[in-house]
Every structure is written in structure tokens, then in C-alpha cells.
């Protein structure tokens, strides 16, 4: 039997020599490259904590100590260690979600997968243990990544107030978070890493003064009281001890040995600890290791020997975006280009090849990219700033009150928009046509295929006085769907075909082929629809209301909350116009939503072509004050 099948919790872990130690860490290593190769997943970020998470099962007592990961993408090694060691449904349906889960283990505290938070949260427990009399340890593992966003310093703030307050910080130093870390912090981790540590420094000179005669001991004494001006010169760890924070490291993050004596001493310490330990992203593979993109921060399902994609996948809306943003870029010198510490995940991989001077990474810090936007942009250029959609409600603030209060020209391009799939609840961008739906001046752009995507994005790099927001799915973009008339803004992907045609069906973005579908189906019923894409879903189009009064029922479908959604929009705008036409909205619950593939969850919230059908057919007849035809009639939550 393997040193891994043994372990069902921590605890298993005790009675291990450390040469058996150094076994399991190779069997975990192979265990993740052989599984996640299946499924996809965070690879490289968890073949990096191996050695660290044993040390820290084996030093802290979890679930009674309460060890959070900043983001939880690395967590893999930690659900191995907690008894979850069926990995054959990673990040799909009913399987092991990719993020802790507090669903599938007490050892899980904290779901969120948006980085910087991890500190905050370990402040909150700690100062909740304190006040509850609770003698337990709070552990709060966060990236140098992380570490870039504003939160993380906040968060340090204020657990630096508290000397007698236990908290742990496991700085996990791999200089990457997607991508190599950038930024001033960076910079100041690359220093300690590359510097002999003055705890080490002071110790040989202990020894050599402690056998000095008479006043060996006194200078040693005055040496180690001018220690903050020491510390400057041989390892410049002030930073974070200036804040009152005691500072371990760097430490050996593959040397399980070393990081259990630190973190000994951390846990013994009793106030606010730093362990800063250094590890390799990736390490143990090759492949992980040769691949200086993002050594392999996630995969999609791959050959475990080689590291290659099993399948070629076909264009995706990233690279779409990735390609046009690159010819608008020639055109147009005052574009420039800002990511939040994701170059390549948001496709603006070849415009910084090409342009190198006119991207801009502001790390893990989506408030500062915005409000550096708008100052961009005030300055006489144009930036886009390409984010996933679930982290621009991060800076919502900044682009209500700085972007669009001072009229800036500024693109935001939501990636990842919509049901997302396999990373879960906190990755869904189901929020964002709600929230920017309150931001005045604001204009908000929906594709329906690469197309599209193309021509809006020019349209929205053209406005110069107000914030514009082009947002799209994740995956394959699908073929065309073409056009067969223009109302207004809109364009009219099918014709009803009669005078006084049933339904309008709005369609928002990737989902027209969904409504399309609906329609057909609704066709065999002998009910006529019309089916529109709006393109601009903000403002309302103002011939969208005229249009309706023409129906006898307007239908609206959107991969979005239906809270506060386009659907929403557009039924305030037919009562401003004093048109009275019955309006269903469908979209997506205001609910979590679990992991799963995107057509899975879709299907699940009833956003489907068949779904959609059955519920206008079931409300067309009621209107008409007879039943539904058998098998299509029914109500569902996804009407109002």
C-alpha cells in the first residue's frame, strides 16, 4: 500500500519518519499529474505546496486550527491530506470542486476564490478566538501574488496592531501568481530571496562574540539593539516588521524539515507571525517547469508525459478579442492596454509582444487598475482594461466614482462572462449586467458571436466620454449567427412572418443560438416570434419599446442574474414609454451556483432552447385563456 492511500486526515501524517515524508511527497506529485492531467485543473500552483502543506498538517491541528488558502487554487495537496483523495470528477459535475468547499470537508474554511482576501479573514478569526477565549492558531496561506492586491495590506494594517494576538502568514513565494509577479513587492521578495538571512547572519556572530573575553557579550548585546539597521543592510525584511509583524524566512518550501522548525517557532511565537518560504511553481514536472508562460497554472486535459493538449480546441472568445485588440492597437497609438495580473488569460498576450510599452499589469489590484484607467485616460489616451467579469465587481467603486463620475473613455472587456463552468460560484460573472445597469453614461455591449465582438469592441474604443463594457462568454465562440434585418440599434436575427406576430424574443449576447432554437420550437406550436439582438443592452435601445407594443408578449433571455438584469431594464423602459405588453424575463437565479460544464449549469437554470419554449408556450396560452398543449405548458421560477 502507498505512504498516500494511508492517509485519511492529518493526523496520519504523525506517525511518518522524515524519509517516508519525502516518499509521500513524491507519490502526491505523481498522483497530481497523473489525475489532473484528466480532468484539467490548477496544476503547476499545487505541484509548488506539496512539501509546505504536509509541514503545515503536521505542525497546526486542522480542523481546531483553522488553516485558510489565499487564492484556493492551491488547495489540491490540502484536500489529499483531509481524506478526499478521488480526484476522477475534478471541477465537473457532483465531483471534487476545484476551490475548498465547505460542502466537502470541516477542514475547507474559505470558499472564495478571489485573491487578497485570506488575510482579512484570518484578522476576523483571530480577533473572534481572542475574544471568545479560544486557544487555537489561525493560519492564513497566502502567494506573493496575493500579496500585490490592496486588501492584503489592509489586512496587515490591522493584525499588525495586535503584538499578543496568534496568526500565522505563510508567505508561499513562488515570484508568480499567474504569470511572474510584478511590482515593487516583488522586487522586495526577490531581494530576501537572494539575501543571506541576518537571523543567520546574527548567529554566527553570537558565537564568535560570546568567546570574546570580557566584552564579547556586551558588544554582542549592542549589535543585536541596532538590529533594525542591521536587518536593512544584510536582509532587508523591514518591511514587514516595520508594520510589527515578526519575520521567519526565507525558508526552503521543499524542505519539510526546515518549514516544520519554522513553523514551530511561528506557532510558539504568540502574535502575529510571517513565514516567508520560498518554492518552485510546477516543480516535480518538466513540462511544469519548462512552460515560462504560467508553468502550467491551469491545464486542460493533457497527455501526463508530455504536458501536450490531448485535443486541438477551436477559436475562443479570448483570442478573438486577443487578435482584434492587436489590429486596433496598430491603428490607433493612444490605445493602451491594462491586466490585473493576467496577461495571457485575458488574451492581451500578443498586444504586450507587439506593444510592450503600452501594457500595463497592476498586479492582483482591479480597484487600482480602474482608477489608473481613468487616469489614462484623462492624461489623452484610451485604455482597455481586459478583466474576468466576476472580479470587476471588485472595482465597482472605482468605476462608478472615478471612471464614469469624471466622464473618462475608458473600455472595460469582461472576460468569462456568464456561466463560466468548472471553477464554481465564485467564478460565475453572473453579476455584472446587473450592477453597471446603476452607473449613468454608461454603455454596455453583449456579442452574440466573434463578429460582433469584433465590431463592438471598435465601437467601444470610439466613445471618449463615458465608461463602455464589452463582455463575453468563456469557451468556443461558435459559428455566425447572421443578421437578417436592422431596427434601430438592433439587429433582427428572425422575422416572425406574420402580421401581428406572439412573442419578441431579446436576445443578450452567446445565447442567441439558445433563443433561436426556442423559437423554432415555438413555430411548431403555431406561435410566431420574433427574435432581436440588441447589441447595446445599456442604454435600452429606444425602438425597442415600439417594437414590443407590436407582440402580444416580450420574452428576454440573458446569461445574468435576473436581478437587476437587462430584463429588468427593459421592462422599467416599456413602462416609461407607457407600454403595456406582459414581459418574461429568464436568466439566471439569484442563487450560488456549483461547478459543472457550462451547458450543465445552463440546463440546470432552465436556459436552454426547450426550456424556454415550454414556458412561452405554457404563458402565450394562458393569455389566450386556454390550456397549454400537453407537454409544453407549466410555470417555473425563471418568470416573474
Same mark, same amino acid.
Given at each position: 500500500?502507498?505512504?498516500?492511500?494511508?492517509?485519511?486526515?492529518?493526523?496520519?501524517?504523525?506517525?511518518?519518519?522524515?524519509?517516508?515524508?519525502?516518499?509521500?511527497?513524491?507519490?502526491?506529485?505523481?498522483?497530481?499529474?497523473?489525475?489532473?492531467?484528466?480532468?484539467?485543473?490548477?496544476?503547476?500552483?499545487?505541484?509548488?505546496?506539496?512539501?509546505?502543506?504536509?509541514?503545515?498538517?503536521?505542525?497546526?491541528?486542522?480542523?481546531?486550527?483553522?488553516?485558510?488558502?489565499?487564492?484556493?487554487?492551491?488547495?489540491?495537496?490540502?484536500?489529499?491530506?483531509?481524506?478526499?483523495?478521488?480526484?476522477?470528477?475534478?471541477?465537473?459535475?457532483?465531483?471534487?470542486?476545484?476551490?475548498?468547499?465547505?460542502?466537502?470537508?470541516?477542514?475547507?474554511?474559505?470558499?472564495?476564490?478571489?485573491?487578497?482576501?485570506?488575510?482579512?479573514?484570518?484578522?476576523?478569526?483571530?480577533?473572534?478566538?481572542?475574544?471568545?477565549?479560544?486557544?487555537?492558531?489561525?493560519?492564513?496561506?497566502?502567494?506573493?501574488?496575493?500579496?500585490?492586491?490592496?486588501?492584503?495590506?489592509?489586512?496587515?494594517?490591522?493584525?499588525?496592531?495586535?503584538?499578543?494576538?496568534?496568526?500565522?502568514?505563510?508567505?508561499?513565494?513562488?515570484?508568480?501568481?499567474?504569470?511572474?509577479?510584478?511590482?515593487?513587492?516583488?522586487?522586495?521578495?526577490?531581494?530576501?530571496?537572494?539575501?543571506?538571512?541576518?537571523?543567520?547572519?546574527?548567529?554566527?556572530?553570537?558565537?564568535?562574540?560570546?568567546?570574546?573575553?570580557?566584552?564579547?557579550?556586551?558588544?554582542?548585546?549592542?549589535?543585536?539593539?541596532?538590529?533594525?539597521?542591521?536587518?536593512?543592510?544584510?536582509?532587508?525584511?523591514?518591511?514587514?516588521?516595520?508594520?510589527?509583524?515578526?519575520?521567519?524566512?526565507?525558508?526552503?518550501?521543499?524542505?519539510?524539515?526546515?518549514?516544520?522548525?519554522?513553523?514551530?517557532?511561528?506557532?510558539?511565537?504568540?502574535?502575529?507571525?510571517?513565514?516567508?518560504?520560498?518554492?518552485?511553481?510546477?516543480?516535480?514536472?518538466?513540462?511544469?517547469?519548462?512552460?515560462?508562460?504560467?508553468?502550467?497554472?491551469?491545464?486542460?486535459?493533457?497527455?501526463?508525459?508530455?504536458?501536450?493538449?490531448?485535443?486541438?480546441?477551436?477559436?475562443?472568445?479570448?483570442?478573438?478579442?486577443?487578435?482584434?485588440?492587436?489590429?486596433?492597437?496598430?491603428?490607433?497609438?493612444?490605445?493602451?492596454?491594462?491586466?490585473?495580473?493576467?496577461?495571457?488569460?485575458?488574451?492581451?498576450?500578443?498586444?504586450?509582444?507587439?506593444?510592450?510599452?503600452?501594457?500595463?499589469?497592476?498586479?492582483?489590484?482591479?480597484?487600482?487598475?480602474?482608477?489608473?484607467?481613468?487616469?489614462?485616460?484623462?492624461?489623452?489616451?484610451?485604455?482597455?482594461?481586459?478583466?474576468?467579469?466576476?472580479?470587476?465587481?471588485?472595482?465597482?467603486?472605482?468605476?462608478?466614482?472615478?471612471?464614469?463620475?469624471?466622464?473618462?473613455?475608458?473600455?472595460?472587456?469582461?472576460?468569462?462572462?456568464?456561466?463560466?463552468?468548472?471553477?464554481?460560484?465564485?467564478?460565475?460573472?453572473?453579476? #455584472?449586467? *446587473?450592477?453597471?445597469?446603476? =452607473?449613468?453614461?454608461?454603455?454596455?455591449? !453583449?456579442? &452574440? %458571436? @466573434? $463578429?460582433?465582438?469584433?465590431?463592438?469592441?471598435?465601437?467601444?474604443?470610439?466613445?471618449?466620454?463615458?465608461?463602455?463594457?464589452?463582455?463575453?462568454?468563456?469557451?468556443?465562440?461558435?459559428?455566425?449567427?447572421?443578421?437578417?434585418?436592422?431596427?434601430?440599434?438592433?439587429?433582427?436575427?428572425?422575422?416572425?412572418?406574420?402580421?401581428?406576430?406572439?412573442?419578441?424574443?431579446?436576445?443578450?449576447?452567446?445565447?442567441?443560438?439558445?433563443?433561436?432554437?426556442?423559437?423554432?420550437?415555438?413555430?411548431?406550436?403555431?406561435?410566431?416570434?420574433?427574435?432581436?439582438?440588441?447589441?447595446?443592452?445599456?442604454?435600452?435601445?429606444?425602438?425597442?419599446?415600439?417594437?414590443?407594443?407590436?407582440?402580444?408578449?416580450?420574452?428576454?433571455?440573458? #446569461?445574468? *442574474?435576473?436581478?437587476?438584469? =437587462?430584463?429588468?431594464?427593459?421592462?422599467? !423602459?416599456? &413602462? %416609461? @414609454? $407607457?407600454?403595456?405588453?406582459?414581459?418574461?424575463?429568464?436568466?439566471?437565479?439569484?442563487?450560488?451556483?456549483?461547478?459543472?460544464?457550462?451547458?450543465?449549469?445552463?440546463?440546470?437554470?432552465?436556459?436552454?432552447?426547450?426550456?424556454?419554449?415550454?414556458?412561452?408556450?405554457?404563458?402565450?396560452?394562458?393569455?389566450?385563456?386556454?390550456?397549454?398543449?400537453?407537454?409544453?405548458?407549466?410555470?417555473?421560477?425563471?418568470?416573474?
Amino acid at each position: 500500500m502507498s505512504l498516500l492511500t494511508g492517509v485519511s486526515g492529518p493526523r496520519d501524517l504523525d506517525g511518518l519518519t522524515p524519509e517516508e515524508l519525502v516518499e509521500l511527497a513524491g507519490e502526491i506529485r505523481a498522483f497530481l499529474i497523473q489525475e489532473v492531467s484528466k480532468t484539467g485543473g490548477h496544476l503547476g500552483p499545487n505541484l509548488g505546496v506539496v512539501e509546505l502543506t504536509i509541514a503545515l498538517h503536521r505542525v497546526f491541528e486542522s480542523p481546531a486550527d483553522r488553516v485558510l488558502w489565499d487564492t484556493g487554487h492551491q488547495s489540491y495537496v490540502h484536500k489529499l491530506l483531509t481524506g478526499r483523495q478521488d480526484f476522477s470528477g475534478l471541477r465537473t459535475r457532483d465531483g471534487l470542486s476545484g476551490y475548498p468547499s465547505r460542502q466537502e470537508s470541516e477542514h475547507d474554511v474559505i470558499e472564495n476564490s478571489h485573491a487578497s482576501t485570506v488575510l482579512g479573514w484570518a484578522d476576523g478569526l483571530a480577533k473572534a478566538n481572542q475574544l471568545r477565549g479560544i486557544d487555537r492558531h489561525v493560519v492564513a496561506v497566502t502567494g506573493d501574488g496575493a500579496l500585490t492586491g490592496g486588501m492584503a495590506w489592509e489586512a496587515l494594517n490591522n493584525i499588525a496592531g495586535a503584538k499578543d494576538r496568534p496568526l500565522v502568514i505563510v508567505v508561499n513565494d513562488n515570484e508568480r501568481s499567474y504569470a511572474p509577479t510584478i511590482g515593487g513587492l516583488a522586487n522586495h521578495l526577490a531581494t530576501l530571496r537572494t539575501t543571506d538571512g541576518y537571523e543567520r547572519w546574527l548567529e554566527r556572530g553570537r558565537q564568535v562574540l560570546n568567546r570574546t573575553p570580557v566584552v564579547g557579550r556586551q558588544l554582542y548585546g549592542t549589535l543585536h539593539g541596532a538590529k533594525k539597521g542591521l536587518k536593512d543592510v544584510i536582509a532587508p525584511q523591514g518591511m514587514f516588521e516595520d508594520l510589527g509583524i515578526k519575520y521567519l524566512g526565507p525558508i526552503d518550501g521543499h524542505d519539510i524539515q526546515a518549514l516544520e522548525s519554522a513553523l514551530q517557532r511561528a506557532k510558539r511565537f504568540g502574535g502575529p507571525v510571517i513565514v516567508h518560504c520560498l518554492t518552485e511553481k510546477g516543480r516535480g514536472y518538466q513540462p511544469a517547469r519548462d512552460d515560462q508562460a504560467d508553468q502550467f497554472h491551469a491545464v486542460g486535459v493533457i497527455h501526463p508525459d508530455t504536458g501536450l493538449p490531448v485535443s486541438a480546441s477551436g477559436a475562443d472568445w479570448t483570442s478573438v478579442f486577443g487578435d482584434e485588440i492587436v489590429r486596433i492597437g496598430r491603428e490607433r497609438p493612444d490605445l493602451v492596454a491594462i491586466t490585473a495580473a493576467m496577461l495571457r488569460p485575458v488574451g492581451l498576450k500578443r498586444f504586450a509582444e507587439e506593444f510592450p510599452e503600452r501594457v500595463f499589469d497592476v498586479g492582483i489590484a482591479e480597484q487600482h487598475g480602474a482608477v489608473s484607467a481613468a487616469g489614462l485616460a484623462t492624461g489623452g489616451l484610451h485604455p482597455v482594461f481586459a478583466v474576468y467579469a466576476t472580479f470587476l465587481n471588485r472595482a465597482f467603486d472605482q468605476l462608478l466614482m472615478d471612471v464614469a463620475l469624471h466622464r473618462c473613455g475608458v473600455t472595460f472587456v469582461l472576460d468569462r462572462a456568464g456561466i463560466t463552468g468548472p471553477d464554481g460560484a465564485s467564478h460565475h460573472g453572473m453579476w #455584472d449586467m *446587473s450592477i453597471l445597469q446603476v =452607473v449613468p453614461g454608461l454603455r454596455l455591449a !453583449a456579442p &452574440r %458571436d @466573434a $463578429d460582433q465582438l469584433r465590431a463592438q469592441l471598435r465601437e467601444a474604443v470610439e466613445v471618449k466620454d463615458a465608461p463602455t463594457v464589452v463582455r463575453y462568454s468563456r469557451g468556443k465562440v461558435g459559428t455566425p449567427v447572421p443578421a437578417v434585418g436592422r431596427i434601430g440599434g438592433m439587429d433582427v436575427l428572425r422575422e416572425a412572418g406574420s402580421d401581428r406576430p406572439d412573442v419578441l424574443l431579446v436576445s443578450v449576447g452567446a445565447l442567441a443560438p439558445v433563443c433561436l432554437e426556442a423559437a423554432d420550437l415555438l413555430d411548431r406550436q403555431g406561435i410566431s416570434a420574433t427574435v432581436v439582438d440588441p447589441r447595446w443592452v445599456k442604454p435600452v435601445d429606444p425602438e425597442l419599446p415600439a417594437l414590443a407594443a407590436e407582440h402580444r408578449v416580450i420574452v428576454t433571455v440573458e #446569461d445574468n *442574474s435576473r436581478a437587476g438584469g =437587462v430584463g429588468s431594464a427593459i421592462a422599467q !423602459a416599456l &413602462r %416609461d @414609454a $407607457d407600454v403595456e405588453v406582459p414581459l418574461r424575463d429568464f436568466g439566471i437565479p439569484e442563487r450560488f451556483l456549483d461547478h459543472g460544464s457550462r451547458n450543465e449549469v445552463l440546463a440546470e437554470v432552465g436556459l436552454t432552447g426547450p426550456d424556454i419554449a415550454r414556458q412561452v408556450t405554457g404563458l402565450v396560452a394562458r393569455l389566450e385563456g386556454r390550456l397549454a398543449p400537453a407537454g409544453l405548458g407549466g410555470d417555473s421560477a425563471h418568470h416573474v
